[in-house]
T-cell receptor
């Protein structure tokens, strides 16, 4: 079945460590890609999105993601995490067949940053 | 601007009862989406409104779920009768354009006991 996969369910890092969260999808054709974050007790927020153009996308709070079409991947990165980055991160794809804006989400990755 | 508002934030009901969740989108956002996250699994699409019309309801689990969007403004999602497996967090999101990123509400945590 077509899907979105996030490789890690729970990642634990120390402050200042580098972060890379994996996301792979299985849809062919043109997709729109998103990373959302949910901080404890808050709503889902858009971190960044890719529709077209430069495959290296910069988002809020120092996050970036790289779209690699040949690998069907859209990994999220941050060079140096902070304790405040503790949250759950969701990769999402808008499949090419869907014109309505429906998103397919990955399972989520919980990030814990130790001070 | 005000965000997407959902209420209640939490609801605990007994199996067989009825619950109605409400979502107020950002004013002017024609697109309104409902999603659900059950038991720490992935967030799954339920349905999509464009104004008052259902554009896509392919994710609705069964006919115990009924969604409406009165006059293209707020939306309600009714579960009747509720079953244990309906427990989860129900998210609402809105966007001005279907190709735009969504703004999500804080979600309603539904627990069916």
């Amino acid at each position: 079945a077509q899907s979105v996969s996030q490789h890690n369910h729970h990642v634990i890092l120390s402050e200042a460590a580098s972060l890379e969260l994996g996301c792979n999808y299985s849809y062919g054709g043109t997709v729109n890609l998103f990373w959302y974050v949910q901080y404890p007790g808050q709503h889902l927020q858009l971190l960044l999105k890719y529709f077209s153009g430069d495959p290296l996308v910069k988002g809020i709070k120092g996050f970036e993601a790289e779209f690699i079409k040949s690998k069907f991947s859209f990994n999220l990165r941050k060079p140096s995490v902070q304790w405040s980055d503790t949250a759950e991160y969701f990769c999402a794809v808008k499949p090419p067949y869907n014109q309505g804006g429906k998103l397919i989400f990955g399972q989520g990755t919980e990030l814990s940053v130790k001070p | 601007e005000a965000g997407v508002t959902q209420f209640p934030s939490h609801s605990v009901i007994e199996k067989g009862q009825t619950v109605t969740l409400r979502c107020d989108p950002i004013s002017g956002h024609d697109n309104l989406y409902w999603y659900r996250r059950v038991m720490g699994k992935e967030i799954k699409f339920l349905l999509h409104f464009v104004k008052e019309s259902k554009q896509d309801e392919s994710g609705m689990p069964n006919n115990r779920f009924l969604a409406e969007r009165t006059g293209g403004t707020y939306s309600t999602l009714k579960v009747q009768p509720a079953e244990l497996e309906d427990s989860g967090v129900y998210f609402c999101a809105s966007s001005p354009d279907r190709d735009y990123g969504y703004t999500f509400g804080s979600g309603t945590r539904l627990t069916v006991v």
